[in-house]
């Protein structure tokens, strides 16, 4: 069982910029792929991107493509998301997960391990 924690949440204005991260006490948590999710009120939960556990390959959904960036530290144990350029349409709860069978895909059943989430919220 690896436990992770998503910090770094919070209120911006549209147009502003927030970074997540998610972090890990074990040291297994570097040898897996990481995944980002998000999900609205009355939505299903969705991909957002996603990290190779060697962080040289990464996905990322169509609607965050060139505003979302996904990195990872694995001498620290973090994985980050950089959002810039945020949207109304951003607001979500975002859960970082991960797993060995998660491999850089964007299916959530693949990720075994999640987080409790962490909200954001994009005023406009």
């Known amino acids: 069982q690896v436990q992770v924690v998503e910090s770094g949440g919070g209120l911006v204005q549209a147009g502003g910029s927030l970074r997540l991260s998610c972090a890990a006490a074990?040291?297994?948590?570097?040898?897996?792929?990481v995944g980002w999710f998000r999900q609205a009120p009355g939505k299903e939960r969705e991909s957002v991107a996603a990290i190779s556990w060697t962080g040289s390959n990464t996905y990322y959904a169509d609607s965050v493509k060139g505003r979302f960036t996904i990195s990872r530290d694995n001498a620290a144990n973090i994985v980050y998301l950089q959002m810039n350029s945020l949207k109304s349409e951003d607001t979500a709860v975002y859960y970082c997960?991960?797993?060995?069978?998660?491999?850089?895909?964007?299916?959530?059943?693949?990720?075994?391990?999640w987080g409790q989430g962490t909200q954001v919220t994009v005023s406009s």
């Open positions: 074990d040291r297994t948590f570097r040898h897996y792929a």
């Open positions: 997960a991960t797993g060995p069978r998660a491999a850089t895909g964007r299916d959530r059943r693949a990720y075994d391990y």
